[in-house]
C-alpha cells in the first residue's frame, strides 16, 4: 500500500503520544502537555499513514521559531537560518518499511525553499550506528557534538551529534521568489498557528 504524509489532526494527538513514548531511548519521551505546545506551535508536524494505520510523525521548526530545546538552541547559537527536524519516529512495525525516506523527502521539500540549511541530532549512545548511516546516505554531516542538559544544569549524559544537510535549492528559490512562493496546490504550506486554546489532550 501507498505511504500517504500529511498534516497531523488534533484527534491524533493521543495515538501520537503513545507511539512516541513507545519508540525507545532513541527518542526524548513526550507528556501531553508537551505534545500540544508542539501541534499548537511547529512549522511543520506531519504524520505517514499506511494500510489506513497512523504508522509514524515528524515535527519541525524553524530557526526563527521560540523552540525552547537545547540542541535546537545549539544550532541557534552557530548557525544562521535553518529548519530543524526535532523529532522523527515511526512504529516499530513499519521501520524498513521506507517511512524514514518518505517523511525525508517531504521536509526537505518543504524546507528547501524556505531555509538553507536543514539540521537535526542523533543521540550517540543509542546503537545510533544505522540513524547515522542513514542521516549520512541523506547528505547531512556532523557539525559538532553536544551534550543535553539535565534538571538542575546537571549534564543529562546524552550525547548527541548534531548533523547539517545544506540545501542546494534554497539559493536558487530564493532568488527567483524571494519570501512570496507561488501559489500552486503542490507547495507544502506552513501550519497555521492554533489561535484558540483547546481541551486537554493526551494520556
Not at 495515538?15 to 527518542?27: D, E, Q, R, V, W
Not at 497512523?54 to 545549539?74: E, I, T, Y
Not at 553536544?146 to 544537510?165: E, F
Request: hydrophobic letters at 40%; aromatic letters at 12%.
Amino acid at each position: 500500500m501507498s505511504i500517504v504524509v500529511r498534516d497531523v489532526r488534533e484527534h491524533e494527538l493521543d495515538s501520537i503520544l503513545a507511539l512516541n513514548n513507545a519508540a525507545g531511548p532513541a527518542i526524548l519521551p513526550l507528556d501531553a502537555a508537551r505534545l500540544r505546545w508542539f501541534f499548537d506551535t511547529a512549522e511543520y508536524f506531519r504524520v505517514a499513514v499506511r494500510d489506513d494505520t497512523l504508522s509514524g510523525f515528524l515535527v519541525g521548526f524553524g530557526s526563527d521559531s521560540g523552540h525552547d530545546s537545547s540542541n535546537f538552541r545549539w544550532f541557534q547559537e552557530r548557525h544562521g537560518r535553518f529548519f530543524y527536524i526535532d523529532r522523527i519516529v515511526v512504529a516499530s512495525r513499519r521501520r524498513g518499511g521506507g517511512l524514514g525516506r518518505a517523511f525525508y523527502a517531504d521536509v526537505q521539500s518543504y524546507a528547501e525553499l524556505r531555509y538553507p540549511q536543514l539540521a537535526c541530532e542523533v543521540f550517540i549512545e543509542h546503537d545510533s550506528d544505522p540513524a547515522r548511516v542513514f542521516h549520512g546516505s541523506f547528505g547531512f554531516h556532523e557539525v559538532g557534538q553536544h551534550v543535553m542538559p539535565g534538571r538542575d544544569g546537571d549534564p543529562s549524559g546524552i550525547r548527541a551529534s548534531m548533523l547539517i544537510k545544506e540545501l542546494c535549492s534554497y539559493a536558487w528559490v530564493r532568488e527567483h521568489y524571494g519570501e512570496r512562493l507561488p501559489d500552486v496546490p503542490w507547495l507544502t504550506q506552513p501550519r497555521p498557528p492554533v489561535a484558540a486554546p483547546h481541551r486537554a489532550t493526551g494520556t
